[in-house]
């Protein structure tokens, strides 16, 4: 269908505004010095002022009504908005209950990534010399691929395993070096690699995988949605003893686990894209492996382990900090893959309302799909009734069977600013798509509406 001229604008806007906050990966030569951070970016959007009409419970609910009385919705549904140009809620409808989230938990994963990382830290893939022995070292780059896809308009551009072998062979024949025997350490990571309360079929089938420290291309062992390696790392290790044997040093076969010491000797290393950017990447196209990595690395930035239950105490501890109520939420994982995640729909809201208000958490919502281009959301807001949102709306999207949720904002007709979250996990089983079109109308009704009594 024809997309109206105000959407077609309003997303090559928002694109251009973004565009200078691309940034890259590249191979760096061993240094001495610690990891460091860029200087901060400028705010892109200015602040939400008050304008226009005033949004009003009782108008709120006269435009959602139709939506939410959509049969396919089943018996437990629900709906919260709120108004972040004047800093309140606005309207609340089954509420009382938390809801299974699914892919919309990544919001709070990624929202607590932002605040423990920050928005320009970047993870180190390296090797390091022990003795006769060369070891590829796992710092937890969820992007990391073997090579570069030559694709420019690629976003972001990631740190590769070709990058990495080619310097790390420059570094090895400027000191002599023509063969080693290599190893590999991807212990930044701990505790299980797949999560105990996932359905048993998750990673077999190539839903998830094993969750590492190193790995490369998420451990699939072909492009797409795939069977996994058994073991992410060991594969990771066998794909760039390949690399260095063709960038011309020998190779010892046998490439297994080896601890790496605190004082070994850096040879070189490959920098992912900055945290911002993969939080961006993660939410536009709900990747799951990547939300599992990000949990990770919350649970070590707050000193609760590598583990995914370090990450989830790091999580929950991070939401309390930033204001959010966590006591009524279970959290299983960092992805929502878990069934057994219960979440408050304010608390989903409540990740992109606290990204709204502080500019260092602005990558949560400019990585947020928009209706109708980009992302999780490139085919939605196409069913009739649904076209007011195409282009205006921007929201996480979550779906497991019978689970259908949205989460983000949209501008309001008037210009209000309205953060929301709807959600259904009850789904009749022969309803799906009728159950997702009617969460759309809901939300493209608010970008339609003054929202006055």
Same mark, same amino acid.
């Given at each position: 269908?024809?997309r109206?001229?105000?959407?077609?604008?309003?997303?090559?806007?928002?694109g251009t505004?973004?565009?200078?906050?691309?940034?890259?990966a590249?191979?760096?030569?061993?240094?001495?010095?610690?990891?460091?951070?860029?200087?901060?970016a400028?705010?892109?959007?200015?602040?939400?002022?008050?304008?226009?009409?005033?949004?009003?419970?009782?108008?709120?609910?006269?435009?959602?009504?139709?939506?939410?009385?959509?049969?396919?919705?089943g018996?437990?549904?629900g709906?919260?908005?709120?108004?972040?140009?004047?800093?309140?809620?606005v309207?609340?409808?089954?509420?009382?209950r938390?809801?299974?989230?699914?892919?919309?938990?990544?919001l709070?994963? +990624?929202?607590?990534a932002?605040? +423990?990382l920050?928005p320009?830290?970047?993870?180190?893939?390296? /090797?390091?010399?022990?003795?006769?022995s060369?070891?590829?070292v796992?710092?937890?780059?969820p992007?990391l691929t073997?090579?570069?896809?030559?694709?420019?308009?690629?976003?972001?551009?990631?740190?590769t395993?070709?990058?990495?072998a080619?310097?790390?062979?420059k570094?090895?024949? !400027?000191?002599?070096? +023509?063969?080693?025997?290599?190893?590999?350490?991807?212990r930044?990571?701990?505790?299980?690699?797949?999560?105990?309360?996932?359905?048993?079929?998750?990673?077999?089938e190539?839903?998830?995988?094993p969750?590492s420290?190193?790995?490369?291309?998420?451990g699939?062992?072909?492009?797409?949605?795939?069977k996994?390696?058994?073991?992410p790392a060991?594969?990771?290790?066998?794909s760039?003893?390949?690399?260095?044997?063709?960038?011309?040093?020998?190779?010892a076969?046998?490439?297994?686990?080896?601890?790496?010491?605190?004082?070994?000797?850096?040879?070189?290393?490959?920098?992912?894209a900055?945290?911002?950017?993969?939080?961006?990447?993660?939410?536009?196209?709900?990747?799951?492996?990547?939300?599992?990595?990000?949990?990770?690395?919350?649970?070590?930035a707050?000193?609760?382990g590598?583990?995914y239950?370090?990450?989830?105490?790091?999580?929950?501890?991070?939401?309390?900090?930033?204001?959010?109520?966590?006591?009524?939420?279970?959290?299983e994982?960092?992805?929502?893959?878990?069934?057994?995640?219960?979440?408050?729909?304010?608390?989903?809201?409540?990740?992109v309302?606290?990204?709204?208000?502080?500019?260092?958490?602005r990558?949560l919502?400019?990585?947020l799909?928009?209706a109708g281009? /980009?992302?999780?959301?490139e085919?939605?807001?196409?069913?009739?009734?649904?076209?007011?949102?195409?282009?205006?709306?921007?929201?996480k999207?979550?779906?497991?069977t019978g689970?259908?949720?949205?989460?983000?904002l949209?501008?309001?007709?008037?210009?209000?600013l309205l953060?929301f979250?709807?959600?259904?996990?009850?789904?009749?089983?022969?309803?799906p798509? !009728?159950a997702?079109?009617?969460l759309?109308?809901?939300?493209?009704a608010?970008?339609?509406?003054?929202?006055?009594?």
């Amino acid at each position: 269908m024809a997309r109206p001229l105000r959407a077609v604008f309003v997303t090559l806007a928002a694109g251009t505004a973004l565009a200078g906050l691309v940034g890259g990966a590249q191979a760096v030569p061993a240094s001495p010095r610690g990891v460091t951070t860029g200087a901060a970016a400028p705010v892109v959007l200015a602040p939400a002022k008050a304008e226009g009409v005033v949004p009003t419970a009782a108008g709120v609910r006269k435009v959602l009504a139709a939506a939410l009385a959509d049969p396919s919705l089943g018996k437990h549904y629900g709906a919260t908005v709120y108004d972040a140009s004047r800093g309140k809620t606005v309207y609340s409808v089954g509420t009382t209950r938390p809801y299974v989230p699914a892919s919309t938990l990544k919001l709070l994963t +990624t929202v607590a990534a932002l605040e +423990t990382l920050g928005p320009d830290h970047w993870f180190s893939t390296s /090797t390091v010399r022990s003795g006769s022995s060369l070891i590829l070292v796992g710092g937890g780059d969820p992007l990391l691929t073997l090579r570069r896809s030559g694709n420019p308009l690629d976003f972001p551009v990631r740190a590769t395993l070709q990058d990495l072998a080619t310097s790390t062979a420059k570094s090895l024949r !400027e000191q002599g070096v +023509t063969s080693v025997t290599l190893g590999y350490d991807a212990r930044l990571f701990t505790g299980p690699a797949a999560n105990a309360k996932w359905e048993p079929n998750y990673v077999p089938e190539g839903i998830a995988a094993p969750t590492s420290a190193l790995w490369v291309n998420e451990g699939r062992i072909t492009p797409g949605l795939s069977k996994r390696a058994a073991s992410p790392a060991a594969a990771a290790a066998a794909s760039f003893a390949t690399l260095l044997r063709t960038a011309g040093i020998k190779v010892a076969p046998g490439v297994k686990p080896l601890a790496a010491p605190a004082a070994a000797e850096k040879v070189s290393e490959v920098r992912s894209a900055p945290v911002g950017d993969i939080v961006e990447y993660v939410n536009l196209h709900s990747d799951n492996d990547g939300a599992e990595v990000l949990l990770r690395h919350v649970g070590l930035a707050t000193d609760n382990g590598g583990s995914y239950a370090g990450g989830i105490k790091g999580l929950r501890a991070t939401l309390t900090k930033l204001g959010l109520n966590v006591n009524k939420a279970r959290i299983e994982d960092g992805s929502g893959l878990s069934r057994t995640n219960q979440v408050p729909l304010d608390l989903l809201a409540g990740a992109v309302r606290v990204a709204v208000s502080r500019p260092e958490l602005r990558h949560l919502i400019s990585g947020l799909p928009v209706a109708g281009f /980009t992302g999780s959301l490139e085919n939605r807001f196409a069913a009739p009734g649904t076209s007011a949102g195409t282009g205006l709306v921007r929201a996480k999207t979550g779906t497991l069977t019978g689970v259908h949720s949205l989460a983000g904002l949209v501008r309001s007709r008037t210009g209000s600013l309205l953060v929301f979250a709807v959600a259904t996990d009850a789904v009749p089983a022969n309803k799906p798509l !009728e159950a997702r079109a009617a969460l759309d109308r809901a939300v493209a009704a608010l970008a339609t509406c003054g929202c006055a009594a």
